[in-house]
């Protein structure tokens, strides 16, 4: 018998995942050092190379931010994903299989967890952004409302980046051997989403690559809400398709969100689908 999805069940399962966060002080710190050392030294140190306005008036700086805070949720979210080897080690997983809740019930709940702490730290990097002057270009009520809109759009990219991570860690059984696979997967996504350089600037090869990566959606999404004044290359890109073309103009985010709604349902449904048939 087939069991339905359980809303106490998901909400157990996510509340189980938020307190494991908020009590592993070490790995909240460390990760939000990482994105601010990245932000900080990037931002300001290679930024002070950059002169002439080349990046708007946010300068390198309030060019890569968005980028930074899309960093700390890419990580974030992956890495979530060995929570599902934790629980099958340590026999945790046993436990929650053993309820009369179906699978799915206990996916979606560890998913909307891992977005859920995964975005809560990019709020504190967009918090950490806005304190050095970022994002000081931007008036203020835009700014409020970019704030609150970029928080949807962080919950919609953690959300497929946590099913990807747990779709790793349900076909996977050795802590390490996740680990290593996905350092191997996120750091190209990291490096082709356009965090350092614009798309309009790199070569066709590389073009090519960066829109194929979902993070690179992700990050002009950001870039969109945030105001950033070069978050429109996606405007010069789909600029020829006389559908997409003029739209584009009218509604800047329209492609990028697109473009992660269709990625989240695909990893959410292949991480639903793996762990169902993962062995314990």
Same mark, same amino acid.
């Given at each position: 018998?087939?069991?339905?999805?359980?809303?106490?069940?998901?909400?157990?399962?996510?509340?189980?995942?938020?307190?494991?966060?908020?009590?592993?002080?070490?790995?909240?710190?460390?990760?939000?050092?990482?994105?601010?050392?990245?932000?900080?030294?990037?931002?300001?140190?290679?930024?002070?190379?950059?002169? !002439?306005?080349?990046?708007?008036?946010? !300068?390198?700086?309030?060019?890569?931010?968005?980028?930074?805070?899309?960093? @700390?949720?890419?990580?974030?979210?992956?890495?979530?994903?060995?929570?599902?080897?934790?629980?099958?080690?340590?026999?945790?997983?046993?436990?929650? *299989?053993?309820?009369?809740?179906?699978?799915?019930?206990?996916?979606?709940?560890?998913?909307? @967890?891992?977005?859920?702490?995964?975005?809560?730290?990019?709020?504190?990097?967009?918090?950490?952004?806005?304190?050095?002057?970022?994002?000081?270009?931007?008036?203020?009520?835009?700014?409020?409302?970019?704030?609150? *809109?970029?928080?949807?759009?962080?919950?919609?990219?953690?959300? @497929?980046?946590?099913?990807?991570?747990?779709?790793?860690?349900?076909?996977?059984?050795?802590?390490?051997?996740?680990?290593?696979?996905?350092?191997?997967?996120?750091?190209?996504?990291?490096?082709?989403?356009?965090?350092?350089?614009?798309?309009?600037?790199?070569?066709?090869?590389?073009?090519?690559?960066?829109?194929?990566?979902?993070?690179?959606?992700?990050?002009?999404?950001?870039?969109?809400?945030?105001?950033?004044?070069?978050?429109?290359? *996606?405007?010069?890109?789909?600029?020829?398709?006389?559908?997409?073309?003029?739209? *584009?103009?009218?509604?800047?985010?329209?492609?990028?969100?697109?473009?992660?709604?269709?990625?989240?349902?695909?990893?959410?449904?292949?991480?639903?689908?793996?762990?169902?048939?993962?062995?314990?």
């Amino acid at each position: 018998m087939v069991q339905p999805i359980s809303g106490q069940a998901i909400y157990v399962v996510l509340m189980r995942e938020i307190k494991r966060y908020w009590r592993a002080k070490a790995r909240i710190i460390s990760s939000i050092a990482q994105s601010f050392f990245f932000l900080l030294f990037f931002g300001m140190g290679v930024g002070s190379m950059f002169s !002439g306005g080349s990046f708007g008036p946010g !300068g390198y700086l309030g060019y890569i931010a968005p980028g930074i805070i899309g960093m @700390g949720l890419l990580f974030g979210s992956v890495f979530s994903g060995v929570s599902v080897i934790f629980d099958r080690q340590f026999g945790f997983m046993k436990e929650m *299989l053993v309820a009369p809740v179906s699978r799915t019930s206990i996916i979606i709940g560890k998913i909307l @967890g891992g977005a859920l702490t995964a975005s809560i730290q990019g709020v504190i990097l967009l918090g950490v952004s806005t304190l050095i002057g970022a994002f000081s270009f931007v008036p203020l009520p835009l700014f409020v409302i970019g704030v609150l *809109l970029s928080i949807g759009v962080m919950i919609l990219i953690t959300a @497929g980046f946590v099913g990807l991570g747990v779709a790793i860690g349900s076909s996977l059984n050795d802590f390490h051997a996740f680990q290593l696979l996905v350092t191997f997967v996120i750091w190209p996504l990291f490096m082709l989403s356009g965090v350092f350089f614009p798309f309009t600037g790199a070569p066709s090869w590389l073009q090519i690559a960066m829109l194929c990566d979902p993070m690179f959606y992700g990050v002009e999404a950001m870039r969109v809400c945030l105001g950033s004044p070069v978050s429109l290359d *996606l405007i010069t890109i789909f600029s020829g398709i006389p559908v997409i073309g003029p739209v *584009l103009v009218m509604v800047p985010w329209l492609v990028p969100i697109l473009v992660l709604v269709l990625f989240t349902s695909i990893m959410v449904a292949i991480g639903t689908f793996l762990f169902s048939r993962a062995q314990v």
